[in-house]
């Protein structure tokens, strides 16, 4: 298939109980890349992962795999595996048996099981762990012998549905580098569904944002990040400002009662748009210094930055900043033309 696409979903539409879940939903997954279905609770990410598994059939549309129509075929003939967020792992098996099951199932000989299954135990860090029963390890390291099980068999195309949503933020740190650094080793294409922003962004060659059974934008993670197409990407990949601007001519925009160079071009002359401005993309400097000028209405410490409320022309703008200021000062702020991000009006969208 052209441009090494594995997968493609072709216009699925699934509905349950007269609900649609999927709408003309068409998606192209590339061999070997780690891709993350990102959305909120409810836009359809397990639905599509059950249909590229074939544990659901769509009412409409078609799979294919590699090219060939696999739509009608069942979850055991299509050269993909799934790892969920609950492990499933047999309790009674240690280790070694649970990661060996799926090639003993396949008659294959106890050698070839044996150097496969170490390999895969290996591969995800639990050498030495063999003989343990899986009732006796950690969250995390259930989800590495689940990965391992999953993996011994070689699929094509590994499907992962928010694996690491059990585990606590640290672990799933963790967890997010090794999955990011097996996916790399076994260059098996990865199917990802996280409704995480960060993990997404931390993972993945490419994000597919959802919402409503819909896809609101494909791209790498710098791209959903930086260029986000709507304001509802923008505020689900991260904290925005999100404002009515004009856009008065190619590079120039007006928003927020003040002129600003910026990156983007190609509008109409004086055509209303949305700007979007990252919270840590703005500058605080002396009141008299400012592209804008405001007052802070409240100041909170939240780690790594402090967040502020500065309030400007009647908008309250969101400020990431190392250093604090006061609630109630007078404070000026600078955007520069890289951290302005116009997107169209959803109006015109659909208008044009
Ligand atoms: P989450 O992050 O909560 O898992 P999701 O994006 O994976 O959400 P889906 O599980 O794909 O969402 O579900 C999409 C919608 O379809 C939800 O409203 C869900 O209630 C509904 N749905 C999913 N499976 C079924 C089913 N078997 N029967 C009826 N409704 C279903």
Same mark, same amino acid.
């Given at each position: 298939m052209e441009n090494n696409v594995i997968v493609r979903l072709e216009n699925i539409s699934v509905s349950f109980d007269g609900e649609e879940v999927l709408n003309d939903f068409s998606l192209d997954i590339h061999d070997r890349e780690f891709v993350t279905l990102l959305g909120p609770?409810?836009?359809?990410?397990?639905?599509?992962?059950?249909?590229?598994?074939?544990?659901?059939?769509?009412?409409?549309?078609?799979?294919?795999?590699?090219?060939?129509?696999?739509?009608?075929?069942?979850?055991?003939?299509?050269?993909?595996?799934?790892?969920?967020?609950?492990?499933?792992?047999f309790p009674h098996l240690n280790v070694f048996d649970n990661v060996a099951f799926g090639l003993r199932v396949k008659k294959l000989p106890e050698a070839e099981v044996k150097q496969t299954v170490s390999e895969m135990i290996e591969m995800v860090g639990l050498k030495g762990f063999e003989n343990r029963r899986v009732t006796s390890m950690s969250g995390g390291q259930q989800q590495r012998v689940a990965i391992a099980r999953a993996l011994v068999n070689s699929p094509r195309v590994l499907l992962l549905d928010e694996p690491l949503g059990a585990l606590d933020l640290k672990l799933r740190k963790e967890m997010q580098t090794e999955l990011k650094r097996i996916q790399q080793r076994t260059n098996i294409t990865f199917i990802y569904v996280?409704?995480?922003?960060?993990?997404?962004?931390?993972?993945?060659?490419?994000?597919?944002?959802?919402?409503?059974?819909?896809?609101?934008q494909i791209g790498s993670p710098q791209d959903i990040y930086n260029e986000p197409k709507n304001a509802f990407v923008? %505020?689900? @990949?991260?904290? +925005?400002?999100?404002?009515? /601007? $004009?856009?008065?001519d190619d590079y120039f925009v007006e928003f927020a009662g003040a002129k600003f160079t910026c990156v983007d071009?190609?509008?109409?002359?004086?055509?209303?748009?949305?700007?979007v401005v990252r919270?840590?993309?703005?500058?605080?400097?002396?009141?008299?210094?400012?592209?804008? %000028?405001? @007052?802070?209405? +409240?100041?909170?410490?939240? /780690? $790594?930055?402090?967040?502020?409320?500065?309030?400007q022309a009647g908008y309250?703008?969101?400020?990431?900043?190392?250093?604090?200021?006061?609630?109630?000062?007078?404070?000026?702020?600078?955007?520069?033309?890289?951290?302005?991000?116009?997107?169209?009006?959803?109006?015109?969208?659909?208008?044009?």
């Open positions: 609770s409810g836009c359809g990410k397990t639905t599509t992962l059950r249909i590229i598994a074939g544990f659901l059939y769509p009412d409409s549309g078609r799979v294919l795999f590699d090219g060939r129509n696999i739509s009608s075929l069942p979850p055991h003939k299509r050269e993909v595996n799934t790892v969920f967020q609950r492990y499933a792992l996280t409704h995480d922003q960060e993990e997404a962004l931390t993972m993945s060659d490419t994000i597919v944002v959802m919402q409503g059974g819909k896809i609101q923008a %505020n689900f @990949i991260g904290e +925005s400002n999100i404002l009515n /601007g $004009v856009m008065h071009k190609g509008f109409r002359q004086d055509q209303e748009v949305q700007v919270p840590e993309d703005i500058k605080l400097v002396a009141p008299d210094a400012g592209m804008l %000028n405001g @007052i802070v209405k +409240s100041t909170v410490f939240k /780690g $790594v930055h402090y967040e502020m409320l500065v309030e309250t703008w969101k400020v990431h900043s190392t250093a604090s200021e006061q609630p109630g000062a007078q404070v000026g702020m600078v955007i520069g033309p890289d951290e302005i991000h116009i997107m169209v009006k959803p109006e015109d969208k659909a208008g044009d």
